[in-house]
Nanobody, 122 residues
């Protein structure tokens, strides 16, 4: 089970930190991803981290502004979002991929959190 939190309203240029807590059955084989879905748009990949190695991969649109990290002892994955832009406004979801496949494809993720809304005002 995944639980996302930390969304809110922020002005452009500001920062927010999202957190995702994994409970119940977890695995060090997970790849943890953050996706987002803006109104009227497809859900898109934002950032991800390999739970075991800590390797990360970012979408071009957030590279250099967002940082994903994990805390294995707490089973949490955080997304630090800096220099936020109005186009970052979306519902953000954390997800876990257990069985492989492209990390960019939401269909390859096996578990999803409920989503948290991020609104960036101009």
């Amino acid at each position: 089970q995944l639980q996302a939190s930390g969304g809110g309203l922020v002005e452009a240029g500001g920062s927010l930190r999202l957190s995702c807590v994994a409970s119940g059955r977890t695995s060090s084989n997970y790849y943890m991803g953050w996706f987002r879905q803006a109104p009227g748009k497809e859900r898109e990949y934002v950032a991800g981290i390999n739970w075991r190695s800590g390797n990360t991969f970012y979408a071009d649109s957030v590279e250099g502004r967002f940082t994903i990290s994990r805390d294995n002892s707490k089973n949490t994955v955080d997304l630090q979002m800096n220099s936020l832009k109005p186009e970052d406004t979306a519902v953000y979801y954390c997800a876990a991929r257990e069985f492989g496949g492209s990390v960019l494809a939401r269909g390859n993720y096996d578990y999803w959190g409920q989503g948290t809304l991020v609104t960036v005002s101009s």
